[in-house]
């Protein structure tokens, strides 16, 4: 049985309380989540902590620097709207660090096929460590992700929920290097990448925390919808923010999708409205692409409008989540806070 304790492990140096918090700081308007956040966090320290090596050096770093653990949040909050809540608060809370190490997983191999150099403003594992050791500890993750959900779930339900969606994941990336250098790709299939990239885990993190909560399987599929929705419009801004913030307060390289060949939704609309031909000519030099001709690139794709019709794309899966939630969720503390979440995440500039 993996510990359950708000405080660092004998591994870990001791932190002041207001010192861990501040690594939660995007919690702060929401202390219960937050709270929960940190435990989750420190589950996963506390079992990290223990591989030995280049591996467990690796692991650590990987969560040194916590995200803002948005699935994990999505897990409790939703998990407290059922009638077994208070019930099954350690097995939610290990539920939802199944999802967080699954989903950190993900975001390790898609630094060593990006051959990213940062992640969460500081160095890759695969550029710290390597890529062998990256694809280990990635692979490490899928493991303790499967084992933690697996010890703590109420039915083979929800591990069947977890691997249709790893497929549905890997789809959706696949599907994106399909379309790489392909300047025509339409606003569909751009949708359904990221639907299967980002939007699917969102919703099994919701779907999860319903379901092992104690509501039923069809109350639990409306908070899928809800999780699905989130996330395209979580992901519709973060491709927005390439184009409008930089690489210090964004802390990842933006721009350099481009010149992989990977374009996003501003990308895609602006092109579209190219006329002269002057941004299809740019975004075909990829790897040639210099910093000044990617600059270029990023103006012209604001001027075309391709990110105000990003915004109301993300605007819209924003209202389509809003109305699942006044639908089929009770008017309580929770529902707001998830309303709130929702605004925030939408106006987000990081």
Known sequence: MLENSAYPSQNSLPEKRNDIKSKFSFWDRFPQVQKDMIEINQI?????????????????DTFAVPGKMLRPACVMLF???????????????????????????????????????????RPSIQTKYGKHIAVYAGDYLFALSLTLLSENAQSLHSVIADGKTMQNILVGETEQYNNAYNIDISEKEYLDQIKGKTGVLFGLSCFIGAYESG??????????????????????R??????????????????????????????????????????????KLGQNL???????????????????????????????????????????????????????????SY
């Open 79 to 121: 998990g407290a709207f059922g009638p077994d809540a208070d019930q099954k608060h350690d097995e939610l809370q290990k539920i939802a660090t199944s999802i967080e190490t699954l989903h950190n997983a993900t975001l390790i191999h898609d630094d060593i096929i990006d051959e990213s150099s940062m992640r969460h403003g």
């Open 215 to 236: 509501l039923k399987v069809t109350k639990a599929l409306k908070a899928k919808k809800f999780g699905e929705y989130l996330g395209q419009a979580f992901q519709l």
């Open 44 to 60: 996963i320290l506390n079992h990290v902590n223990k591989v030995p090596g280049l591996l467990g050096q690796a692991l650590e």
């Open 238 to 283: 973060d491709d927005i923010l390439d184009y409008t913030t930089t690489s210090s307060t964004f802390k990842k390289p933006v721009l350099l999708d481009v010149k992989d060949g990977i374009y996003s939704g501003p990308l895609i609309f602006a092109l579209q409205n190219d006329q002269t031909g002057r941004l299809h000519e740019l975004v």
């Open 290 to 348: 210099t910093q000044d001709e990617l600059q270029e690139i990023e103006k012209m794709v604001n001027d075309l409008g391709g990110v105000k019709r990003a915004q109301k794309l993300a605007d819209k899966y924003t209202d389509k989540a809003l109305r699942n939630l006044q639908k089929h969720w009770p008017n309580n503390e929770t529902r707001n806070q998830i309303e709130e979440l929702t605004n925030i995440l939408l106006k987000r």
